[in-house]
């Protein structure tokens, strides 16, 4: 409602400004209302305070930082990510001297030239099994819980053991519904199965 119609150039470019707000909030946690300043608290595992986040973004000016052995800095402005420069896994903190902005390629670069290309690529191909398990791993089974619950209702009618697992069966999508609505259904079940048994009987008696 805030642009003329028919103007997509102006909805592009007011998308374009939300987005990038989004984006600017996740990677440095941009905001017009900062809290009190965090730099002070001890950096703990993997957590980087936000205070610190929008003082590196600022710093390097929202582009990689990777600058080459010929003096040449990265022009990237994308898939920018906070590295740290001395490794945390070689006991490096999260402040704002030790972190920098890189990109994707330049922090990968950097990983492999200070902790292995080997160890790396070990770290890259437990990341993929590990997705592959939880994305192959059987489903855990379903409580069975409100099955159970209508055999005895069901024996209690007379129905034998058999008739009655079998009828409870019939409510195995009914985890939400009362015991009443459950034993219903059952009985419905069983009373179909006995009457279609009872027609095959008195066809084949015929």
């Not at 402040?95 to 920098?100: D, E, Q, Y």
């Given at each position: 409602h805030a642009v003329?119609?028919?103007?997509?150039?102006?909805v592009f470019t007011r998308a374009?400004?939300?987005l990038?707000?989004?984006?600017?909030?996740?990677?440095?946690?941009?905001?017009?209302?900062p809290r009190g300043d965090d730099r002070a608290r001890a950096p703990k595992g993997r957590h980087v305070p936000a205070a610190v986040r929008r003082e590196v973004w600022v710093r390097d000016e929202g582009r990689c930082a990777f600058?080459?052995?010929s003096g040449n800095r990265c022009v990237s402005r994308t898939f920018l990510q906070i590295d740290h420069v001395r490794p945390r896994a070689l006991g490096g903190e999260s402040s704002v001297t030790n972190l920098r902005l890189l990109c994707r390629a330049h922090n990968r670069h950097e990983a492999d030239r200070l902790l292995g290309e080997r160890f790396m690529h070990g770290r890259c191909e437990q990341a993929r099994a590990d997705r592959t398990r939880q994305r192959t791993a059987?489903?855990?089974?379903?409580?069975?819980?409100h099955i159970d619950e209508v055999v005895p209702v069901l024996m209690a009618l007379e129905y034998r053991r058999q008739e009655a697992r079998e009828g409870a069966e019939l409510c195995a999508g009914m985890a939400g519904?009362?015991?009443?609505a459950r034993v219903k259904v059952a009985l419905r079940g069983l009373m179909r199965a006995r009457f279609v048994r009872g027609t095959a009987q008195t066809s084949t008696a015929g």
């Amino acid at each position: 409602h805030a642009v003329p119609p028919g103007d997509l150039a102006g909805v592009f470019t007011r998308a374009l400004d939300v987005l990038v707000e989004r984006l600017e909030k996740r990677v440095c946690a941009a905001t017009s209302r900062p809290r009190g300043d965090d730099r002070a608290r001890a950096p703990k595992g993997r957590h980087v305070p936000a205070a610190v986040r929008r003082e590196v973004w600022v710093r390097d000016e929202g582009r990689c930082a990777f600058v080459s052995e010929s003096g040449n800095r990265c022009v990237s402005r994308t898939f920018l990510q906070i590295d740290h420069v001395r490794p945390r896994a070689l006991g490096g903190e999260s402040s704002v001297t030790n972190l920098r902005l890189l990109c994707r390629a330049h922090n990968r670069h950097e990983a492999d030239r200070l902790l292995g290309e080997r160890f790396m690529h070990g770290r890259c191909e437990q990341a993929r099994a590990d997705r592959t398990r939880q994305r192959t791993a059987p489903s855990p089974a379903p409580s069975r819980a409100h099955i159970d619950e209508v055999v005895p209702v069901l024996m209690a009618l007379e129905y034998r053991r058999q008739e009655a697992r079998e009828g409870a069966e019939l409510c195995a999508g009914m985890a939400g519904e009362s015991l009443e609505a459950r034993v219903k259904v059952a009985l419905r079940g069983l009373m179909r199965a006995r009457f279609v048994r009872g027609t095959a009987q008195t066809s084949t008696a015929g």
